[in-house]
């Protein structure tokens, strides 16, 4: 079992900068590849992110690329993810996830999921 707890969410005006973490648990972090999605009112779960073990691997969401930039210290178990040039549209609940194995880009691919962490931006 992997236990995973974001943090680092908040309210930020239209341009501003948030970095979120993600802490895993309970079980080695090795091999295991991790994700962030987010989920808007009334919208559907979306991938945002993913990187693989390594980290040297990364995939985006086009609505993110170039702003966002998903990173990870296998030494302490932990992924980021530097949001610059927040949009009110990138307001949701964001989540991180982990699968073992390479990364993927559906939500169905994750084993482990977190609670998320509220991001708001104001316009």
């Known amino acids: 079992q992997v236990q995973l707890v974001e943090s680092g969410g908040g309210l930020v005006q239209a341009g501003g900068s948030l970095r979120l973490s993600c802490a895993a648990s309970g079980r080695t972090f090795r091999g295991y590849s991790m994700g962030w999605f987010r989920q808007a009112p009334g919208k559907e779960s979306e991938f945002v992110a993913a990187t693989g073990w390594s980290g040297v691997s990364t995939y985006y969401a086009d609505s993110v690329k170039g702003r966002f930039t998903i990173s990870r210290d296998n030494a302490k178990s932990t992924v980021y993810l530097q949001m610059n040039s927040l949009k009110p549209d990138d307001t949701a609940v964001y989540l991180c996830?982990?699968?073992?194995?390479?990364?993927?880009?559906?939500?169905?691919?994750?084993?482990?999921w977190g609670q998320g962490t509220q991001v708001t931006v104001s316009s």
């Open positions: 996830a982990s699968r073992y194995g390479g990364p993927a880009i559906t939500a169905d691919g994750y084993t482990y």
